[in-house]
């Protein structure tokens, strides 16, 4: 009888599942969608099928093989939201960033990503403009992002703190998210910045019929971009 081993399990998945993002980024970068969503998926469900997904959620101590995969997972559910949206398919992108979200939100599992988080909140955003809608799910979110960047491996993460901000500014937290952005313009560069304001001006388009949250958007695009310049 063959032993389990997780270290080696999840060697074994973390191969896969880098060689499948590997595939899907140049098939997207092809133009064929489609294909990266088999790449996937494939990925996902390797990961799936492993007996360290087990209760992967809902596990009180998880391990060390148990993070890694999570970190995997989430990251792979990202990439598949994000091809999801290049085709406008916005159930199938909501779903993939939802689970996602879930496993960026656990306190457990310490995986250190955001970008589930925020898209999971700015897609519905992008649909129906209802930030009231997704409150409870932004202060969730930023308590899930200030844990994160209290991290080594995302303290000194522009892209954090960039997310964070950006749900800062949702919410109406002006003071924590001048903060953050203050910490987006130490770490970033030109790239950076114009990344982040290109994000606030989608948004501010579509929350135009929300005085307060375009209020807030435009005070974060001045802070980017005066900060960038300086």
């Not at 901000?165 to 002006?174: H, V």
Request: hydrophobic share 40%; net charge negative; glycine share 6%.
């Amino acid at each position: 009888m063959t032993t389990f081993s997780a270290e080696a399990e999840i060697s074994r998945l973390t191969s896969i599942a880098k060689l499948r993002k590997e595939e899907a980024k140049d098939f997207r970068d092809d133009g064929e969608i489609k294909s990266a969503i088999q790449a996937l998926e494939d990925a996902i469900a390797a990961l799936d099928q492993s007996p360290l997904s087990n209760r992967l959620l809902e596990t009180d101590a998880p391990s060390g093989p148990q993070k890694k995969l999570a970190f995997q997972l989430a990251d792979c559910l990202g990439m598949l939201g994000g091809n999801y949206r290049r085709l406008n398919q916005f159930p199938e992108a909501l779903a993939a960033f939802n689970r996602g979200r879930a496993i960026e939100e656990s306190e457990k599992l310490e995986v250190p990503s955001s970008y589930n988080l925020v898209n999971a909140i700015t897609l519905p955003l992008e649909i129906d403009g209802q930030i009231s809608q997704q409150e409870a799910a932004l202060e969730r979110a930023i308590a899930a992002i200030e844990r994160q960047v209290k991290l080594e491996e995302r303290r000194t993460d522009r892209w954090a703190w960039a997310d964070l901000g950006e749900c800062q500014l949702l919410l109406g937290d002006l003071e924590g998210a001048k903060t953050s952005y203050k910490r987006v313009l130490e770490l970033g560069n030109a790239d950076t910045f114009a990344s982040v304001v290109t994000v606030l001006r989608r948004l501010l388009k579509v929350l135009e019929s929300d005085p307060k949250a375009t209020g807030a958007l435009k005070q974060g695009i001045q802070w980017v971009e005066s900060g960038a310049g300086s």
